[in-house]
Each structure stands twice: as structure tokens, then as C-alpha cells.
Nanobody
Framework: EVQLVESGGGLVQPGGSLRLSCAAS????????MSWVRQAPGKGLEWVSD????????SYADSVKGRFTISRDNAKNTLYLQMNSLKPEDTAVYYCANGGQRIWRIIGRWGQGTQVTVSS
């Protein structure tokens, strides 16, 4: 059984930083492109960023480009999201998901999420 477990969320002031982690088990993590997606209060799931299986190629939503950095450690089966210059509109539950931007919804596999709240 595939498990994706996110951690690292919390309450942070505008302009602050957080680093999210996603520990994967039950799958061959290294063969999957991976995404971070988020769901803000009252809204649907929104793709944030993805990284190819080897880690050499990344993509970002325009809303986070230049502020967020996705990375992975295939030896540790772990995905990361470094979030800098956080804004109140980044407040959401963040999920890691199997698959890149075009197929994560089709695969339909993500974790339980970690809450990020940006507020003064």
C-alpha cells in the first residue's frame, strides 16, 4: 500500500519560511514524478509544483514561482517544498501527490496533508 505522509506545516508570519516534507513508502518513489498541491479554505485542489523522477526538472505555478523550491531525495524516499516569502494567500492544506502536473489528478494518490497558515 502506498503511503504519502506530509509534515512541516504550521503558523508563520507573512514573509516567513517553512519547509515541508513528504515521506513515501509502499511504492518505488524514484520512478515517479511528484507534485505538491494545495487546497485553500473553500477552494478546490490547486497544483503548486512538480519535479521529475530524477530531480533534474522542476515546474512551478506562477503564484509561487521565485518563492518556493521543490526538491527530492530518492535515497530517503522524501519530497520537499521550501517555501520562502510566504503570503497570507499561501494559507492552505498542502499535499504531496504521485505524478506531475498533468497526471496527478488521474493517479489520484496523495497524503493526508499538512496545514500551512500565514498570518500576523
Amino acid at each position: 500500500e502506498v503511503q504519502l505522509v506530509e509534515s512541516g506545516g504550521g503558523l508563520v508570519q507573512p514573509g516567513g519560511s517553512l519547509r515541508l516534507s513528504c515521506a513515501a513508502s509502499g511504492c518505488t518513489f524514484s520512478i515517479y514524478a511528484m507534485s505538491w498541491v494545495r487546497q485553500a479554505p473553500g477552494k478546490g485542489l490547486e497544483w503548486v509544483s512538480d519535479i521529475k523522477s530524477g530531480g533534474g526538472s522542476t515546474s512551478y505555478a506562477d503564484s509561487v514561482k521565485g518563492r518556493f523550491t521543490i526538491s527530492r531525495d530518492n535515497a530517503k524516499n522524501t519530497l520537499y517544498l521550501q517555501m520562502n516569502s510566504l503570503k497570507p494567500e499561501d494559507t492552505a492544506v498542502y499535499y504531496c501527490a504521485n505524478g506531475g502536473q498533468r497526471i496527478w489528478r488521474i493517479i489520484g494518490r496523495w497524503g493526508q496533508g499538512t496545514q500551512v497558515t500565514v498570518s500576523s
